[in-house]
């Protein structure tokens, strides 16, 4: 007789009692996101760059160009609408920050309030590209000063705001303001590149600590571009491999990740002195550290043989680009920013996105959220904002109408089928945990 036999007269053929609680007939995780702190974080985020350009006569306030300061609610309730619970959102820095110990709270306490009353998780972006005029650009010495004390007014004005990232792509901030000349101080030279870098980092991580003395279970999200590029040349140029151990540096002073030797000569002999050197390698910024990393195709480039440069979309691709990264730092992941400007082929780049996030779960690195930026398209992002052509870029899950794209719809069929999945698997178990972070090495 079967064990089978003796299991079935008592307990029947299936649909056990108790099966539902995690067995056979457990849930999935399908269903729109829950508000349960133990979730995998599911995000858009508002588009609110303000860099100038033209020797710092025109700003460029993607916030206003968007029209979000007159349909905030509408876009935060479009949040809703997707299902989505965390939103990575940026104050306006430059019109907030009137000059030592001044502030403007206005919009930013209307735009706070409809956030918590919808229930939204802000992931606070406090500093997105550019500066208050008053202190001028990424070459001023004093920035990690000024910016530490807005970053304290934020915290205290706003206690129940956990998740934050003080300065948005420090490494895309320093390069095209100090070494491309296209925004801000304009500069084209290594000094310049280095001298905004380290003010970046150390503005970064002077903020970091008066949010950690404000709110001490805080997680710092920090976003930063994922970056390579690829020489078609039998013997790549010095050039080229420099720039591919650069696109690291902004971590490595934030995370006290000594750099290469040859990065290191670059920066002391581009400005960076010994002091600051070993004030930056104290160790990392206090609270839970999240490593952002933002891919879109046209991150990775080809450089030619005649030294022109070609987007090579997908070579490497975000799984294998922020494995290199992963594997440098050991942080939790999550992929902080992706679209593409065609939206005939956003739906597809969505979905390659995703998969390569569940792949690279498998792989069994903590990658934790996710984020198609932005909710709504944006201006001129085919130029960086260089040039003032009032060009839609369609990669907004919404267009300027608030009218959703396809890729909405794209967004909401992941979300439907993965939105209950956990940061970790059987992370239901633990605890999301409101205590000061404290331990300094993770062991």
């Known amino acids: 007789m079967s064990f089978l036999s003796e299991i079935q007269k008592k307990y029947g ?13 457990g849930h999935d995780s399908s269903g729109l996101p829950a508000d349960n702190p133990g979730n995998f974080m599911f995000a858009t985020g508002i588009e609110c760059s303000y860099p100038t350009i033209k020797n710092g006569k025109v700003r460029r306030d993607q916030l206003r160009e968007c029209d979000h300061y007159d349909r905030y609610k509408e876009d935060l309730g479009l949040v809703k609408e997707m299902g989505l619970n965390v939103l990575r959102y940026g104050l306006p820095y430059y019109s907030m920050h009137l000059g030592p110990g001044k502030y403007d709270w206005e919009f930013a306490d209307l735009a706070m309030a ?21 202190l001028g650009n990424f070459q001023n010495p004093e920035l990690p000063v000024h910016f530490a004390d807005f970053c304290a007014a934020v915290a205290r004005r706003y206690p ?15 390069r095209i303001s100090g070494k491309d000349g296209n925004w801000n101080e304009q500069l084209k030279t290594d000094k310049g590149f280095v001298t905004a870098l380290k003010h970046c980092v150390a503005a970064s991580i002077m903020g970091n600590q ?13 976003s930063e571009s994922a970056e390579y590029t690829h020489e078609l040349l039998a013997t790549p140029s010095a050039e080229t491999k420099l720039n591919n151990e650069l696109r690291f540096l902004s971590l490595d002073l934030l995370y006290a990740n000594p750099p290469s030797a040859n990065v290191g000569m670059y920066m002391m002999d581009n400005g960076l002195t010994r002091k600051e050197y070993d004030w930056f390698m ?32 997908d070579v490497l691709g975000w799984y294998k680009i922020t494995s290199e990264y992963y594997k440098r730092y050991h942080l939790p992941v999550m992929h902080t920013e992706t679209n593409v400007f065609e939206p005939e082929l956003a739906s ?8 390569s996030i569940l792949q690279m779960r498998r792989d069994g690195v903590p990658v934790i ?12 992002w085919d130029s960086q904002l260089t040039e003032e052509n009032h060009n839609v870029n369609a990669c907004g899950l919404y267009d300027l109408n ?41 062991v």
């Open 348 to 355: 597809e780049w969505l979905y390659k996105q995703w998969l």
């Open 282 to 313: 104290a160790g990392k910024p206090p609270g839970y550290q999240v490593m952002g990393n933002d891919y879109y195709g046209r991150n990775e480039r080809i450089k030619l043989p005649d030294g022109s440069i070609q987007t090579s979309m």
């Open 160 to 174: 129940w705001v956990r998740y934050y990232t003080p300065v948005n792509e420090i490494y895309v901030t320093a």
């Open 402 to 442: 608030r009218k959703p794209r396809p890729v909405a719809e794209a967004y909401k069929t992941v979300l439907k089928e993965f939105g209950q999945i956990t940061v970790v698997p059987y992370a239901e178990m633990l605890e999301i945990t409101d205590r000061p972070a404290q331990l300094k090495v993770n």
């Open 13 to 25: 053929k299936g649909g056990y009692e108790g099966d539902q609680f995690g067995g056979a007939a």
């Open 369 to 380: 959220g996710f984020t198609w930026y932005s909710l709504t398209d944006q201006i001129d």
């Open 210 to 222: 008066q949010i950690a003395k404000h709110r001490p279970d805080c997680v710092i999200v920090q």
């Open 114 to 134: 409809e956030i918590k009353r919808l229930g939204i998780t802000p992931i606070l972006d406090l500093m997105h590209f550019g500066v208050p005029d008053w």
